[in-house]
């Protein structure tokens, strides 16, 4: 039964990694968040990030999300 509900599930938003344990990353709240404005989606400016890339996303964490992801993927290319 779909209730509507647009959650994103936990995969790297830099690779499309799933996380093979419990501690492989974690979710980064960004500038933009917005938990309170979230109803039934996912809540803009949260993203998740493996264990790999969750350094680089805690350097942009001051920024929105979209920017954030913007600069990272610039820097590894």
Known sequence: MDHGL??????CCICGKIPAAADDGDWLEFQ??????MGLSHPQGLEFFCGEHISRGRDFILCTAAEALTKIKEGLT
């Open 6 to 11: 647009k959650m994103t599930p936990a995969v």
């Open 32 to 37: 933009d968040y917005d938990a309170a404005g």
